[in-house]
């Protein structure tokens, strides 16, 4: 899950941070709305850390909510993998699988002479 993913999500993770970061308002929680660098910041001033041990801390929380820690994805990754998801599988045969022999202009099929 990337971060748009989780921003979409919010409100279904809320408790689970409000359980994690104790110190956090409700107030803090809305105005994260999902946002990393939210997060990171509100974590700095309620709590005193720096910012990489906030942003340390947000990656080990999501590794725990099951949610893989990912960067923000750039407009070209994403349209990558749309690109990857509508081409669907690929269909070149594999390293040492035997071509289609319906493809091969020499192969000759017994069935077609009679």
Not at 68 to 84: F, G, M, R
């Amino acid at each position: 899950m990337n971060w748009q993913e989780l921003e979409g999500r919010w409100n279904q993770i809320t408790g689970q941070v409000k359980s994690n970061w104790g110190k956090l308002t409700d107030s803090d929680i809305a105005i994260v709305a999902g946002k990393r660098e939210q997060l990171i910041g509100k974590l700095q001033e309620r709590y005193g850390v720096l910012k990489n041990d906030a942003e340390t801390q947000v990656d080990e929380w999501l590794g725990k909510v099951g949610t893989p820690v990912s960067k923000p994805i750039t407009n070209q990754t994403q349209a990558n993998a749309l690109k990857a998801q509508k081409a669907g599988p690929s269909r070149a045969p594999q390293a040492g699988s035997p071509a289609d022999p319906a493809a091969d202009p020499h192969h000759h099929n017994p069935e077609e002479t009679r």
